[in-house]
């Protein structure tokens, strides 16, 4: 982080302003690690290899630290060659490609492929996520003078209220705990006039939630350790592949071999094989890891945005189920 970035950032704790208190390297004029310390309660936080961190490495979401250091730029549109997170980016968020003089705050980054799409408008991007893939956001993103880069929880972001021109949340509220407490956090940090985005899957109804099988096989590979159960997903995908190939093409192919915890993206996306089956690799791993998987039907993401007030809301379908925007 640069000394510039302290306008963004508060005290998780109690909102106050943040100093740097110490400095122990330096490059440029990017902090590398050092200190921040609350100039109210004198709480302290560390930045380490120049990303401000504000919860501990060892956390629920380590399982997509883990998958996101491994694929770290595996959904990237400039590593794939195809404009799938910027069709996805411009297409939900509505936002013009030109956003210089703004600034953007991103809740739940991943590897950063939303972060690329974000920082390309020019505007200011404070991009945060709770596990370690803010490592490997960093090292495709940090070096953009416009990003700043930090972990933090999103029940206690550590980032200025009523201060961001537009906040965007991607697929990331229904792997945290509680939700709907999630969003409605979410919703204090638009400034007056600004617009907060998010997408999260869908519901499906009791009884075909029943019917698909990564809800049967989670509560099991849940409990595994990431590298066991990579190791595990990148075998499995491996072996299945020849196999998937042939279901693919059947009716209802794909359905079917996501019933087989199979992510394959043939004859959905333009990729080579190879590309394909590092897809179905990373997905199928994302399948079968998350702590909290909590999807919602459209209603319950209309009655979230009604409980905030906020204006001009439309929620519709987005990729991945329901998709939500409204204006502060």
């Not at 600004?194 to 809800?215: A, E, N």
């Not at 809301?313 to 329901?322: F, H, K, Q, S």
Request: contains cysteine; proline residues 5%; aromatic residues 14%.
């Amino acid at each position: 982080m640069r000394q510039n970035h302290l306008i963004y950032l508060a005290c998780p704790k109690c909102k106050a302003d943040l100093a740097i208190s110490e400095v122990s390297e330096k490059i440029g004029e990017s902090i590398k690690n050092g200190t921040l310390q609350c100039l109210s309660c004198d709480s302290k936080y560390n930045i380490s290899n120049h990303i401000p961190r504000f919860v501990p490495q060892d956390n629920y979401a380590s399982g997509f630290g883990f998958e996101w250091s491994k694929h770290s730029r595996t959904q990237y549109d400039s590593y794939s060659g195809v404009n799938v997170s910027e069709k996805r980016f411009f297409e939900e968020t509505r936002w013009s490609r030109n956003l210089e003089g703004e600034s953007i705050l991103e809740v739940g980054s991943g590897s950063g492929r939303f972060t690329e799409q974000a920082a390309s408008t020019n505007a200011m991007v404070v991009s945060i996520d709770f596990s370690y893939a803010v490592d490997a956001n960093y090292e495709s993103n940090g070096n953009k003078e416009n990003v700043l880069i930090i972990q933090g929880d999103i029940y206690a972001l550590p980032i200025k209220q009523n201060y961001f021109d537009k906040v965007f949340c991607f697929g990331v509220l229904q792997h945290t705990p509680r939700p709907k407490e999630a969003f409605l956090e979410l919703y204090k940090y638009p400034k007056h006039g600004g617009t907060l985005v998010i997408d999260i899957y869908r519901k499906l109804p009791w009884p075909l939630q029943m019917f698909i099988t990564k809800y049967w096989v989670r509560p099991f590979t849940r409990q595994m350790e990431p590298a066991t159960l990579y190791n595990f997903c990148s075998k499995y995908v491996r072996f299945m592949w020849p196999i998937a190939k042939v279901i693919n093409k059947l009716p209802k192919g794909n359905k079917i071999n996501r019933q087989l915890l199979i992510a394959d993206y043939r004859g959905v996306f333009d990729l080579s094989d190879d590309m394909l089956k590092e897809w179905a690799i990373l997905d199928t791993f994302d399948m079968l890891s998350p702590a909290y998987d909590y999807p919602q039907t459209l209603e319950t993401i209309e009655e979230w945005f009604a409980e905030t007030g906020l204006k001009f809301v439309e929620v519709t379908d987005g990729y991945l189920g329901p998709l939500g925007r409204g204006t502060k």
